[in-house]
């Protein structure tokens, strides 16, 4: 049961390259969100998705672009990376609202903007 | 939207004694407090939750207290020992839309002297 993945797990961009980060879930999963985490700081949330073809804005949005065509998979979309997005991406998933089940983190993306 | 604060942001404790990290959240709907552990480098991970309609869940030398009235809730570690050595994020069910997402804390560094 390989969980949370996330691909890739380092990447170093330019400024205005475009990427994606994958992130696959093999819990059957109806919840899918994604986070940012900075140095020092909490996770932000940037995007969630509560089923296939549902997405809905986190609270850093700005920048991103997210898709969820099918169940398993919830990728994040940076169009014209910045610096502001050097950051560590994590991916989670819960089989419900976090507020009923335990949400799992993929083993995160760390992401320089250079 | 919901905002939690934690606090300290570092915690330095003798191996054996016990330790106590606080969060304070803002959004009165909020009825689910997850504690993640966090080691360096890796991914956030589950270690307790509670939700609103308890004030007191244990699991072993872990145990967590909620106070609904003050909007605050609290991590407690007993016989810490070196690897607890971790940052540890608290988090609050935030409510929009139609899925729920975690706002987090800071973190706190909690180092375990021996």
């Known amino acids: 049961n390989a969980g949370v993945t996330q691909t890739p797990k380092f990447r170093i961009l330019k400024i205005g390259q475009s990427m994606t980060l994958q992130c696959a879930q093999d819990m059957n999963h109806n919840y899918m969100y994604w986070y940012r985490q900075d140095p020092g700081m909490g996770l932000k949330l940037i995007y969630y998705s509560v089923g296939a073809g549902i997405t809905d804005k986190g609270e850093v949005p700005n920048g991103y672009n997210v898709s969820r065509s099918t169940t398993e998979d919830f990728p994040l979309r940076l169009e014209l990376a910045a610096p502001s997005q050097t950051s560590v991406y994590f991916c989670?998933?819960?089989?419900?609202?976090?507020?009923?089940?335990?949400?799992?983190f993929g083993q995160g993306t760390r992401l320089t903007v250079v | 939207g919901e905002n939690v604060e934690q606090h300290p942001s570092t915690l330095s404790v003798q191996e054996g004694d016990s330790a106590v990290i606080k969060c304070t959240y803002s959004d009165s709907a909020s009825n689910y407090f997850p504690w993640y552990k966090q080691e360096l480098g890796k991914r956030p991970q589950l270690i307790i939750d509670i939700r609103s309609n308890v004030g007191e869940k244990k699991d072993q030398r872990i145990a967590v207290t909620l106070n609904k009235t003050a909007k605050h809730f609290s991590l407690h570690i007993t016989e810490t020992q070196p690897e607890d050595s971790a940052v540890y994020f608290c988090a609050a069910m935030y409510s929009g839309g139609g899925a729920d997402g975690l706002t987090f804390g800071k973190g706190t560094h909690l180092i375990i002297q021996p």
């Open positions: 989670a998933s819960s089989y419900s609202a976090v507020g009923n089940t335990e949400a799992f």
